[in-house]
């Protein structure tokens, strides 16, 4: 069995009188893929913000490596070894692709961006190297103005690994890709969160991407979760199939 990873207990998060996220449990262990879904309005995005940084939690805690990190500022979050990715590619794209990923280097490093420092030139070759995990290695002195969707979205997630991070979380990995570009994602994900010996978790609006590359999955409803299984558990649930998945649930292939 994987050793554990990220460790959740009684999350919370309120917004005036609503009850965003509600005693949530969530564990993720080195190397396993978690999805985590359910309607709009479920409690994803909150959560992914409080395991980010960018939320602090009104109660619960969360244990990353033995360590609990919950109250940590987002920039705190990056250097104990959290990574995220957006819905919406963010990236600079006036520079190259090289320099993208120079820039989030410095960053970490806690290092400013200048083309006249010395620093530049130390980050070139970590920088080549992460280019080459995402398959991006010929385009990387390509402005990322000209670069296809689905490439930006491989240079998001070698930004977001550039702190070589535990925990990887990823907001709609696949969003606007065509099929076989959303298979390309996933595979190359699987892979690094495999040789990286990572944690993913990772919300998808795909059914497919969802059922097809996730370890296991976490269903959220009003703030709660209402089902935390293997994809044939959760497909199989009727309180998901109810809420969530309804009749698409008798089309998703495992």
Request: proline content about 3%.
């Amino acid at each position: 069995m994987s050793a554990s990873l990220l460790k959740v207990r009684g999350l919370s998060k309120s917004f005036g009188g609503l009850r965003a996220v509600d005693s949530l449990d969530l564990d993720i262990a080195v190397g396993e893929r978690v999805a985590l879904i359910g309607p709009n309005g479920a409690g994803k995005s909150t959560t992914f913000n409080m395991l980010n940084g960018q939320l602090k939690p009104d109660a619960g805690h969360i244990q990353l490596n033995q360590q609990i990190i919950n109250g940590q500022a987002s920039e705190q979050m990056w250097a104990l070894g959290v990574g995220r990715t957006f819905q919406i590619a963010l990236t600079f794209q006036s520079f190259t692709v090289l320099q993208n990923v120079q820039i989030a280097l410095l960053s970490h490093q806690k290092k400013y961006f200048n083309f006249l420092s010395s620093n530049i030139k130390n980050t070139i070759d970590p920088s080549i190297y992460l280019l080459g995990l995402v398959g991006l290695s010929d385009q990387a002195n390509r402005p990322c103005s000209e670069l296809a969707y689905g490439d930006v979205k491989r240079l998001e997630l070698a930004l977001a690994i550039s702190n070589r991070p535990r925990l990887l979380l990823m907001d709609e990995p696949t969003a606007g890709m065509a099929p076989s570009e959303r298979k390309a994602m996933m595979q190359l994900t699987s892979r690094l969160v495999e040789e990286q010996k990572m944690g993913l978790l990772f919300t998808e609006h795909s059914m497919d991407v969802v059922f097809h590359y996730a370890d296991r999955i976490v269903v959220m409803d009003q703030g709660r979760c209402i089902a935390n299984g293997t994809p044939n558990d959760v497909k199989n649930n009727s309180l998901v199939q109810s809420i969530y998945l309804g009749a698409s649930a008798q089309h998703i292939t495992l």
